[in-house]
């Protein structure tokens, strides 16, 4: 049996008492929040002086099991260090998120996605099982067979049900490199139409697709990339250096070719953070000469962003040219499948922002928190930018919100949302929530899901 250990057992043990000693020290009336100064949410929040939760010890891959392709760490633990461990042997988890400091706990309690949605679901799927310290101070194993009930609601909880103390997760077989096709459409219709073929066939042209992504620059330029892992040998392109990914998948007409280890596929979007460096100026060919390697990655861009929101430059240029600060509409929806060239449509229109992600998703069971229909096709689109602001908050975000609902769709709540408390309960099956909430968290020491994703407690 080929087993690697990461993080010893009595480590991560004594990460645990950590983590439990931490939490008997926040005071009974204060709510129980981690104690991390990083993120990768975009929501806004009062500021809290309570202590918070200690999960400095429980950062770590604990083991890869390579004969059984599982692998299991610490809930803090980053998809950066578990691909790193885990692709030495041919292995990665079933759907690595884009960005390297995502932790497998925030991607399973707040959801995540990426070009292997299409034939794996989302993080949370290939779970297997996991620890989950609760409201009430307890660290209960949930699966599908024991606490069940909190297993299906921990996906889109947000840390409102409890915090991932490990977890078991499932891994696949992957080639040493990823062979792309980036095939350009001129029309909405036919690359919806193209991306519902694709995931019902698993194939184009006779050739399998393993991984399903493109990008939407306007009403008549957008593409689709399909990737094939291959164990061939060959020349590899490389999007750390000078060349900025996104930008390669543009051309007129037809097919074009690339190459990537499975390394740098898994990472294309980190190092430009998909498109968002170009607001630090990371994309200019002289700056980008003198930007360091080990700087073009999503996290440092998270500090120059906090920075910025510390200082409020953009605002303040704003008022300084008579304008009102510009709204933030950084959010990603899920749309069925057959009503996706309606939304790009509409949105292209109205929401001046582009480029747009795509990637489709189609998840394999229900989950309580996220009740997308099973085994049916939707499509994730991702938009990250500010619009000029409007009369009231949140004017834009109200409309997507607005428009997501009339097509049967979801929106992720990562960042900013503006529904009203019954709207809420509605799309995000507040009656499965509150029965498991009070089963696991009677004293409500954690926040409220609805208080914490659009109150900004």
Not at 132 to 150: C, F
Not at 378 to 407: C, D, M, Q
Not at 423 to 437: C, H, I, M, N
Request: proline residues 5%.
């Amino acid at each position: 049996m080929a087993v690697a250990s990461g993080v010893p057992s009595a480590v991560h043990a004594a990460g645990v008492e950590q983590l439990l000693a931490s939490y008997r020290a926040i005071p009974a009336d204060a709510s129980v929040r981690l104690a991390k100064r990083t993120s990768n949410l975009f929501r806004s929040r009062v500021k809290n002086t309570a202590p918070g939760l200690d999960t400095s010890g429980l950062t770590g891959v604990i083991a890869v099991d390579a004969d059984a392709r599982i692998a299991e760490v610490a809930g803090m633990c980053t998809y950066e260090d578990l691909v790193a461990a885990t692709l030495p042997y041919g292995l990665s988890p079933l759907v690595v998120p884009q960005l390297k400091t995502i932790t497998l706990g925030g991607a399973v309690s707040g959801l995540g996605i990426e070009s292997a949605s299409f034939r794996n679901g989302m993080p949370h799927e290939s779970v297997l099982e996991l620890d989950i310290l609760t409201g009430a101070g307890e660290v209960i194993t949930a699966s599908p067979r024991q606490h069940a009930d909190l297993y299906r609601a921990f996906p889109n909880s947000y840390g409102t049900l409890g915090y991932a103390v490990r977890l078991t997760i499932a891994l696949e077989a992957v080639d040493p490199f990823v062979a792309l096709r980036h095939i350009r459409y001129h029309s909405l219709t036919d690359l919806s139409e193209a991306i519902d073929g694709i995931v019902e066939s698993g194939s184009l042209d006779g050739i399998r697709v393993d991984y399903l992504d493109g990008v939407v620059f306007s009403a008549d330029e957008s593409y689709l990339s399909l990737g094939v892992g291959t164990r061939a040998a060959g020349p590899v392109s490389d999007y750390t250096g000078q060349a900025i990914y996104y930008r390669s998948i543009q051309h007129d007409q037809g097919v074009t070719e690339d190459r990537l280890t499975i390394h740098d596929y898994l990472w294309r979007w980190d190092t430009d953070w998909f498109w968002c460096s170009a607001a630090f100026g990371a994309q200019h060919p002289w700056l980008r000469r003198w930007w360091p390697r080990r700087y073009r990655r999503s996290s440092f861009y998270w500090k120059l962003l906090a920075y910025e929101h510390r200082l409020r430059i953009v605002d303040r240029l704003e008022k300084a040219h008579g304008r009102p600060p510009r709204e933030r509409v950084v959010q990603d929806v899920e749309v069925p499948i057959e009503r996706c060239a309606e939304f790009l449509d509409w949105f292209l229109t109205d929401v001046p922002i582009e480029p747009i992600w795509v990637c489709p998703v189609r998840q394999r069971d229900r989950w309580s928190l996220y009740p997308m229909r099973t085994d049916h096709t939707y499509v994730n689109l991702g938009f990250w930018s500010t619009v000029p602001g409007g009369a009231g908050e949140g004017v834009t975000n109200r409309r997507i919100e607005h428009k997501v609902r009339e097509l049967d769709g979801m929106k992720s709540l990562y960042s900013d949302a503006y529904y009203g408390p019954d709207e809420f309960d509605r799309l995000y099956g507040a009656g499965d929530y509150r029965t498991v909430k009070q089963t696991y968290d009677p004293d409500a020491r954690l926040l409220d899901l609805y208080a914490k994703a659009v109150q900004r407690r």
